[in-house]
């Protein structure tokens, strides 16, 4: 069971401190002539030692504030890697684990006990099937961190039976993460747009994005936005594609994208410009957009990085993202996952399921000659 919902929090994503860090080397690629690639920041947040994080996917962080992030993981493991190997016994997670970096110094935060931990959010079963929480994104505020959750049902066995159902949104205190409530924001029958990714703000709303995948393979970005009033979000509000409107169901794909979204995604504010960066959904190539407004329409496609890991056939790779509170020099930190299509080989090379890093110049994202 833990087997094929490892291989899924990929497969889900794939198909349906302040900078510290060194800057190791350029890659050779033609097409990845404009990266840097870092090596530091896994080493910082997967250290060695016991009962700490040892791999996991998924790579969100939330900015607390110029020195503390909250980075969020899905299915992972704790433990200690020996020799670049782990135990069989290795406690593994389902669902999603927390963990806080301030500077270089990071703690893993999960639910349960040191003994037997557990995902740090919880969902009781739906529809008498299983149930778990996987991480989108969110922000603090006010000493509140809003999160969203994606809930995924496990329906049997098979590799493919499992389905997005909902989406939750938490308010937790930020000094303990202890739940001051949820509510079930989306449901698939509200809703085919999975609305939790990306979430910035901009003038008086927060703008929450989120990605709908069609049977056709596509997948296109969507928008929603509310406001915080008495620290919560309220009056929400969908992009038609033409204004504003309260009914979910109305919601549009935003214009100007023209490959298919990942689940997971980043949109975030810079120098006045909006960023977009998604991995296309079914290939190894990370792309940025740029938009004068939060519902775009969007343009300047950059192709910026090449993923190598996409050539080994034995893995495969998802859902990158960006961590622009990291940036200074006029760089941007991105994140990808990369996981391995024999779920043994996790164990016999505990480096596979790990992000990986890099630096991308602003430059080459919004300059329209490049």
Same mark, same amino acid.
């Given at each position: 069971?833990?087997?094929?919902?490892?291989?899924?929090?990929?497969?889900?994503?794939?198909?349906?401190?302040?900078?510290?860090?060194?800057?190791? =080397?350029?890659?050779?690629?033609?097409?990845?002539?404009?990266?840097?690639?870092?090596?530091?920041?896994?080493?910082?947040?997967?250290?060695?030692?016991?009962?700490?994080?040892?791999?996991?996917?998924?790579?969100?962080?939330?900015?607390?504030?110029?020195?503390?992030?909250?980075?969020?993981?899905?299915?992972?493991?704790?433990?200690?890697?020996?020799?670049?190997?782990?135990?069989?016994? +290795?406690?593994?997670?389902?669902?999603?684990?927390?963990?806080?970096?301030?500077?270089? +110094?990071?703690?893993?935060?999960?639910?349960?006990?040191?003994?037997?931990?557990?995902? &740090?959010?919880?969902?009781?079963?739906?529809?008498?099937?299983?149930?778990?929480?996987?991480?989108?994104?969110?922000?603090?505020?006010?000493?509140?961190?809003?999160?969203?959750?994606?809930?995924?049902?496990?329906?049997?066995?098979?590799?493919?039976?499992?389905?997005?159902?909902?989406? /939750?949104?938490?308010?937790?205190?930020?000094?303990? &993460? $202890?739940?001051? %409530?949820?509510?079930?924001?989306?449901?698939?029958?509200?809703?085919? *747009?999975?609305?939790?990714?990306?979430?910035?703000?901009?003038?008086?709303?927060?703008?929450?994005?989120?990605?709908?995948?069609?049977?056709?393979?596509?997948?296109? &970005? =969507?928008?929603?936005?509310?406001?915080?009033?008495?620290?919560?979000?309220?009056?929400?509000?969908?992009? %038609?594609?033409?204004?504003?409107?309260?009914?979910?169901?109305?919601?549009? $794909?935003?214009?100007?994208?023209?490959?298919?979204?990942?689940?997971?995604?980043?949109?975030?504010?810079?120098?006045?410009?909006?960023?977009?960066?998604?991995? %296309?959904?079914?290939?190894?190539?990370?792309?940025?957009?740029?938009?004068?407004?939060?519902?775009?329409?969007? $343009?300047?496609?950059?192709?910026?990085?090449?993923?190598?890991?996409?050539?080994?056939?034995?893995?495969?790779?998802?859902?990158?993202? *960006?961590?622009?509170?990291?940036?200074?020099?006029?760089?941007?930190?991105?994140?990808?996952?990369?996981? *391995?299509?024999?779920?043994?080989?996790?164990?016999?090379?505990?480096?596979?399921?790990?992000?990986?890093? /890099?630096?991308?110049?602003?430059?080459?994202? &919004?300059?329209?000659?490049?």
């Amino acid at each position: 069971m833990k087997f094929q919902l490892l291989l899924l929090s990929g497969l889900l994503f794939v198909f349906s401190c302040q900078q510290s860090t060194r800057q190791d =080397h350029v890659s050779d690629s033609p097409m990845n002539e404009e990266a840097v690639i870092d090596t530091q920041m896994v080493k910082i947040l997967f250290p060695s030692g016991k009962d700490i994080l040892t791999g996991g996917d998924g790579s969100i962080s939330i900015q607390i504030d110029s020195t503390k992030s909250f980075w969020l993981w899905g299915d992972s493991f704790l433990g200690e890697v020996v020799d670049n190997k782990r135990a069989d016994s +290795s406690p593994f997670i389902m669902g999603n684990v927390w963990q806080l970096l301030d500077g270089e +110094s990071v703690k893993t935060i999960t639910g349960g006990t040191a003994v037997n931990p557990e995902s &740090l959010l919880k969902t009781e079963n739906v529809d008498g099937y299983p149930a778990i929480l996987w991480p989108m994104h969110g922000f603090a505020e006010n000493n509140i961190v809003h999160v969203f959750m994606s809930t995924i049902v496990k329906t049997g066995q098979g590799t493919w039976d499992f389905h997005w159902h909902s989406t /939750l949104y938490y308010r937790l205190n930020l000094s303990d &993460l $202890s739940v001051i %409530d949820k509510q079930e924001l989306l449901t698939r029958e509200q809703t085919d *747009a999975h609305f939790g990714f990306g979430v910035t703000k901009h003038e008086d709303f927060y703008y929450i994005y989120g990605s709908n995948p069609q049977k056709d393979f596509t997948a296109t &970005l =969507h928008v929603a936005r509310a406001r915080l009033t008495n620290d919560t979000l309220q009056d929400w509000e969908y992009f %038609d594609g033409e204004k504003w409107v309260h009914d979910p169901k109305e919601s549009k $794909s935003l214009q100007g994208i023209d490959i298919p979204v990942s689940e997971q995604f980043s949109v975030f504010k810079h120098n006045n410009k909006f960023i977009l960066l998604t991995q %296309d959904r079914f290939k190894p190539e990370i792309y940025t957009f740029t938009a004068d407004a939060p519902e775009g329409p969007w $343009s300047n496609k950059k192709h910026i990085y090449t993923i190598p890991e996409g050539k080994d056939s034995t893995l495969f790779t998802y859902n990158a993202m *960006a961590h622009p509170q990291y940036g200074s020099n006029g760089k941007l930190l991105v994140s990808y996952c990369v996981n *391995a299509r024999n779920v043994p080989d996790l164990y016999k090379d505990a480096s596979i399921y790990k992000p990986r890093f /890099l630096w991308i110049s602003f430059n080459t994202i &919004l300059n329209s000659k490049i």
